[in-house]
């Protein structure tokens, strides 16, 4: 009896470990994630530029892969480069860095905005690396994760140190940024201002404020590290969840004050806009309140 056991126990301490997930670069501005490998299937996200993902499995021209937010989908090869190894550095994650503060930057092939048209376009919070000073102090030249270079007006960014945490936004700063997406189309899935959806929209601006929110509206809502918040104590930037129950969250918005919030909707007009948490169309599914911590 002894002797089976040992061997079976010194047979799964030689078992091979699982093998770590590759990383990548996403090199376009914003690329759909997709319940499956074809781009015919539902949007579950997106991905956009300079963000290093896990590259989790491919099937011809798409890979399955993890966004820093966990988030999985499958995204076409194209739209990102992969690092040949662990010792590979990393894109933006050291030296000169600058993080985009508008909601949508151009980098330009050239110092100006006349001459060609822009190389691509990133969006909020996207960090980028600097590889000089520009012909003026009103641009910088910066190299793009697929490795071309290009110039972006400083106006658009900010110096950042890419090796300490990101600064946590003011509530004052949350609902700022949050309304500067006004009008934005409402998109199924999507995260930038091209089009948003409604827990695309808060973890959007949370990110861009320095809190790492989950994707979706229900994992919000189940969030850990989110505090459970009284309807008579909202605050502005506390998140507002909607839904049939608790166990069916289906849509958040972020609280601005004065019993307003801002939302991506499809109610009425699909966008980004305010409407009243006494309405009554949100407050016959209003189901509670977070504030992220």
């Known amino acids: 009896m002894t002797a089976p056991l040992f061997v079976a126990c010194l047979a799964l301490a030689q078992a091979p470990l699982p093998a770590a997930p590759r990383e990548a670069v996403v090199t376009v501005t914003v690329e759909n994630m997709y319940a499956a490998a074809d781009d015919g299937t539902a949007v579950v996200s997106q991905a956009t530029l ?37 010792s590979a550095a990393r894109y933006a994650r050291a030296g000169r860095v600058v993080e ?16 060609a048209r822009p190389r691509t376009l990133a969006p909020l919070a996207a960090r980028l690396e600097v590889e000089g000073d520009g012909p003026t102090e009103r641009w910088l ?7 071309d270079s290009g110039y972006v007006q400083a106006g658009d960014v900010k110096p950042v ?29 999507g ?28 994992l ?8 459970a918040v009284a309807r008579e104590k909202l605050e502005p930037g506390d998140l507002l969840f909607f839904g ?13 004050g004065d019993g307003r919030f801002i939302n991506a909707t499809t109610h009425e007009v699909p966008s980004v806009h305010e ?3 006494d309405d009554p169309h949100w407050s016959a599914i209003y189901q509670g309140a977070r504030r992220p911590r």
């Not at 608790?246 to 609280?255: P, R, T």
């Open 161 to 189: 140190d890419p090796a300490t945490p990101r600064r946590r936004g003011s509530r004052d700063e949350i609902v700022a940024t949050a309304r500067r997406f006004t009008g934005t189309p409402y998109l199924w899935g």
């Open 244 to 256: 049939d129950d608790e166990k069916s969250i289906s849509h958040v918005g972020l609280y601005l």
């Open 191 to 218: 995260m930038t201002v091209h089009g948003i959806d409604c827990s695309g929209l808060v973890s959007r601006v949370y990110h861009a404020n320095g809190f790492e929110l989950p994707r979706d509206a229900d």
């Open 275 to 277: 409407d009243r948490l």
């Open 100 to 115: 985009v503060t508008s909601l949508m930057a151009n980098v330009y092939r050239t110092a100006s905005v006349t001459k």
């Open 50 to 86: 300079g963000e290093v993902v896990d590259v989790l499995e491919t099937s011809g021209d798409f890979a399955r892969v993890r966004t820093p937010d966990r988030y999985e989908g499958w995204i076409p090869r194209a739209a990102f480069r992969e690092y040949e190894d662990a």
């Open 141 to 147: 030249s910066v190299r793009l994760p697929g490795g």
């Open 220 to 227: 919000q809502f189940a969030d850990p590290n989110a505090e």
